[in-house]
C-alpha cells in the first residue's frame, strides 16, 4: 500500500507535519452563491483544530478563528511532543480554502508560507471553485512556471465526495463529477499536486458503486487520497434525516468498512498515495456510528 508519507518522501529529505488551519472563507453552497444549508452531512466544527480559536472551539463551527500565524504558532506547539519535523505544511482544511478574491486567497497562503518552517501548503477546496486568475497565480508560485530549486510546495485536494452525479445531487452537493474532472486537469496541466477526497457509505450507494469510484478516481490525474466512511455528525440535514428513519441508512460497522476498503484499495491505481482510509469526528459531535476505535486500531482489521 502506497503510503502518503512515502509519496512526501519523494519531496522533502525529511518527516514533515502538517498543521491544519481555518482561514475563516466560506463556502458558495452554504451562502446562496451555488445553494443554501451546505452539504447534507457538513459540519465543519468536526473538523476544525481546537487551537483555531482564541477562545475555544463553537461546536457550531461559527467562532472567528485566530490569524494564520496565530494558528500555526499554536500548532506548533500543539506537535511539539512528537519531535521536530524536517519542515511544516500550512493545511488549509475548513470550508472552501479557493473561494474569494484571489488577492485576499493569495494573502493568506503567503502569510502562512512566510511562517518559520513552513515548506508548503495542503488546500482543501470544491472543484467548482477554482477561478482561472488563482489558477494561474498557483501556476506561477508553485507549478510549471515557477521558478525551480526553491518553489514551494503546493497539494489541492478536490472534495469530490462521489463519482455518481445522482449522489451528489442526492447530498445537495452543488457540483457534478465533470467539474471534478475538470478542476484535477486544469491543475495538473498546471504542475500542481491534486489529491481527492472521497466519502464510502453515502446514502444509496452500493459496493458497486464503491468500486466504480475507484476505477473512476484511478483514470484522473491525482497523486493522494483521503477515504471518510459516512458518518452521521450534530448540527446536520443528516443527522436530521437520521434521526426520521434510521432505517433508510447503513452505517458501517468497522468490519464492513475494512472489507470495503480493503476491495477499493485493490481497484485504485497503485501510484495513488492513501493519505487517510478512516475519519474519526469528535465525540461530542458524533451521532453513529461510534466504533469507540482509534484510528490506528482500525488500521489492524486491514492486515491479511
Given at each position: 500500500?502506497?503510503?502518503?508519507?512515502?509519496?512526501?518522501?519523494?519531496?522533502?529529505?525529511?518527516?514533515?507535519?502538517?498543521?491544519?488551519?481555518?482561514?475563516?472563507?466560506?463556502?458558495?453552497?452554504?451562502?446562496?452563491?451555488?445553494?443554501?444549508?451546505?452539504?447534507?452531512?457538513?459540519?465543519?466544527?468536526?473538523?476544525?483544530?481546537?487551537?483555531?480559536?482564541?477562545?475555544?472551539?463553537?461546536?457550531?463551527?461559527?467562532?472567528?478563528?485566530?490569524?494564520?500565524?496565530?494558528?500555526?504558532?499554536?500548532?506548533?506547539?500543539?506537535?511539539?511532543?512528537?519531535?521536530?519535523?524536517?519542515?511544516?505544511?500550512?493545511?488549509?482544511?475548513?470550508?472552501?480554502?479557493?473561494?474569494?478574491?484571489?488577492?485576499?486567497?493569495?494573502?493568506?497562503?503567503?502569510?502562512?508560507?512566510?511562517?518559520?518552517?513552513?515548506?508548503?501548503?495542503?488546500?482543501?477546496?470544491?472543484?467548482?471553485?477554482?477561478?482561472?486568475?488563482?489558477?494561474?497565480?498557483?501556476?506561477?508560485?508553485?507549478?510549471?512556471?515557477?521558478?525551480?530549486?526553491?518553489?514551494?510546495?503546493?497539494?489541492?485536494?478536490?472534495?469530490?465526495?462521489?463519482?455518481?452525479?445522482?449522489?451528489?445531487?442526492?447530498?445537495?452537493?452543488?457540483?457534478?463529477?465533470?467539474?471534478?474532472?475538470?478542476?484535477?486537469?486544469?491543475?495538473?496541466?498546471?504542475?500542481?499536486?491534486?489529491?481527492?477526497?472521497?466519502?464510502?457509505?453515502?446514502?444509496?450507494?452500493?459496493?458497486?458503486?464503491?468500486?466504480?469510484?475507484?476505477?473512476?478516481?484511478?483514470?484522473?490525474?491525482?497523486?493522494?487520497?483521503?477515504?471518510?466512511?459516512l458518518q452521521v455528525i450534530k448540527g446536520t440535514q443528516l443527522e436530521r434525516m437520521y434521526a426520521a428513519d434510521p432505517s433508510a441508512f447503513h452505517l458501517f460497522t468497522p468490519q464492513e468498512y475494512a472489507?470495503?476498503?480493503?476491495?477499493?484499495?485493490?481497484?485504485?491505481?497503485?501510484?495513488?498515495?492513501?493519505?487517510?482510509?478512516?475519519?474519526?469526528?469528535?465525540?461530542?459531535?458524533?451521532?453513529?456510528?461510534?466504533?469507540?476505535?482509534?484510528?490506528?486500531?482500525?488500521?489492524?482489521?486491514?492486515?491479511?
Amino acid at each position: 500500500m502506497y503510503t502518503i508519507a512515502r509519496y512526501f518522501d519523494g519531496f522533502f529529505p525529511g518527516k514533515v507535519q502538517k498543521i491544519a488551519v481555518n482561514a475563516g472563507l466560506g463556502c458558495p453552497n452554504r451562502d446562496g452563491t451555488i445553494g443554501s444549508g451546505g452539504c447534507i452531512y457538513c459540519n465543519n466544527a468536526a473538523f476544525n483544530p481546537r487551537y483555531a480559536y482564541e477562545n475555544g472551539l463553537d461546536p457550531l463551527g461559527d467562532a472567528v478563528p485566530g490569524s494564520i500565524t496565530r494558528q500555526l504558532q499554536k500548532g506548533v506547539e500543539f506537535f511539539a511532543g512528537k519531535g521536530t519535523p524536517y519542515a511544516y505544511l500550512a493545511y488549509f482544511q475548513s470550508y472552501t480554502n479557493t473561494y474569494g478574491p484571489t488577492d485576499k486567497l493569495i494573502a493568506l497562503y503567503e502569510e502562512a508560507l512566510s511562517f518559520p518552517g513552513v515548506a508548503g501548503l495542503v488546500i482543501a477546496t470544491r472543484p467548482d471553485c477554482l477561478a482561472p486568475d488563482l489558477l494561474d497565480s498557483f501556476q506561477r508560485r508553485f507549478g510549471n512556471l515557477a521558478p525551480q530549486g526553491n518553489k514551494p510546495f503546493l497539494l489541492v485536494e478536490l472534495g469530490i465526495e462521489s463519482t455518481n452525479d445522482e449522489t451528489l445531487r442526492r447530498i445537495n452537493r452543488g457540483h457534478d463529477f465533470a467539474s471534478a474532472v475538470e478542476a484535477a486537469d486544469q491543475l495538473h496541466s498546471r504542475g500542481i499536486q491534486v489529491g481527492a477526497h472521497l466519502i464510502l457509505g453515502l446514502p444509496g450507494e452500493t459496493h458497486e458503486d464503491f468500486m466504480a469510484h475507484a476505477h473512476r478516481i484511478s483514470k484522473l490525474p491525482v497523486s493522494t487520497l483521503k477515504l471518510h466512511q459516512l458518518q452521521v455528525i450534530k448540527g446536520t440535514q443528516l443527522e436530521r434525516m437520521y434521526a426520521a428513519d434510521p432505517s433508510a441508512f447503513h452505517l458501517f460497522t468497522p468490519q464492513e468498512y475494512a472489507a470495503v476498503v480493503k476491495d477499493f484499495v485493490a481497484n485504485l491505481r497503485p501510484d495513488i498515495a492513501l493519505d487517510r482510509l478512516v475519519s474519526e469526528s469528535p465525540k461530542s459531535l458524533l451521532v453513529a456510528p461510534d466504533w469507540g476505535l482509534k484510528p490506528s486500531e482500525f488500521s489492524k482489521l486491514l492486515a491479511p
